[in-house]
């Protein structure tokens, strides 16, 4: 298999690398891709030392599936590029994620969706892939009317430069701000750009992923709040349901969804926490309770390495049911 991963000096690109590495996909020739600037340098992939090339270029060496994680305006130019020579892309961008001729696939959810003609698949946020893992079973037994969000993102959804502003905060210098405002010791309630409606873009992408992914009936607020954290993104959820359920059955379904770790255990200090979430693949979700204000609804909290499930893991795991299927 001719693997290109376009962004792999980046920071989900390195993960990426790590993932394809670790679930053994077949990988026959590496072909990574960056912006000019990082042309020429050199990764390294399973002991071995690949030298990066532009994207005409990788474009040119038709490669089986490609991989990006480069920014919108990067899959919007060159995503169709990609597919017009016969690659099939899945794209980390939230460039094709709400076009309605292309897929928003959670392997564990929608995988069955994927044929043949999809050569431009889109993965989803972060944030919504840890949501829609935990709800999808749920809305399937119970009906999920409607979810507060409250997240707790970890400002590697941002990028090395974000991690940098915090690590010079912490050893006192004065640097590069991703951020408007110090980070260390600090929450900001805002991840990416205000919109119109008074909600940032994360905050919308939970409402309308998870209605394209899952069910268009359900409705999903949010506010989304970045915090000093490395690990992982954790968010506060409150879930509607249109029927009644019962916690056990709640916990026994959750724990028998392919991709959760259930850590339900308070009175020992189990629940899921982002410092032990990083570096891992699943989804953990923990604190279940029922909402005693309100009938026929769940509080829980939800825990993801953004990096791997939230972005690599998820495209590398759409990769894999591609050859499952024979689509590559």
């Known amino acids: 298999m001719k693997v290109a991963v376009v962004g792999a000096t980046g920071m989900v690109g390195n993960v990426m690398l790590e993932v394809l590495k670790e679930q053994n996909f077949p990988v026959t020739e590496l072909i990574p891709v960056a912006s000019e600037k990082s042309v020429g340098k050199s990764v390294e992939y399973n002991g071995n030392s690949y030298t990066v090339v532009g994207l005409q270029t990788a474009v040119d060496m038709k490669p089986d599936v490609a991989i990006f994680s480069a920014g919108g305006e990067t899959s919007l130019e060159w995503a169709p590029k990609f597919a017009e020579v016969g690659t099939t892309v899945i794209d980390n961008s939230s460039a094709w994620r709400m076009d309605p001729t292309k897929k928003l696939i959670v392997p564990e959810i929608n995988g069955h969706e994927l044929t043949l003609s999809d050569k431009i698949i889109a993965n989803p946020n972060c944030s919504t892939i840890q949501l829609v893992l935990v709800m999808a079973p749920l809305h399937k037994k119970y009906g999920v009317k409607r979810a507060i969000v409250s997240t707790y993102q970890s400002i590697t959804g941002t990028g090395v430069k974000a991690v ?40 919308m992408k939970l409402t309308n992923e998870t209605k394209k992914i899952l069910d268009s009936t359900i409705n999903v607020t949010a506010t989304a709040v970045r915090v ?11 879930i509607e349901f249109q029927h009644d359920f019962d916690l056990s ?68 795991q759409i990769a894999h049911l591609l050859v499952e299927k024979g689509l590559l």
């Open 164 to 203: 940098e502003q915090m690590e010079n905060e912490r050893a006192g210098i004065d640097g590069d701000m991703a951020y408007k405002y110090p980070i260390d010791k600090n929450c900001i309630p805002q991840c990416d750009a205000f919109l119109e409606n008074g909600y940032t873009k994360e905050e």
């Open 228 to 238: 000093p954290v490395v690990g992982g993104h954790s968010e506060a959820v409150n």
């Open 249 to 316: 059955e709640v916990r026994n379904l959750l724990e028998n969804t392919s991709g959760i770790t259930l850590q339900d255990d308070p009175s020992n200090y189990v629940y899921p926490m982002p410092k032990y979430a990083q570096g891992k693949d699943d989804v953990f979700v923990g604190r279940i309770r029922r909402d005693e204000s309100l009938a026929n609804t769940l509080n829980l909290w939800i825990v993801a390495d953004n990096l791997r499930k939230g972005a690599a893991t998820n495209a590398v």
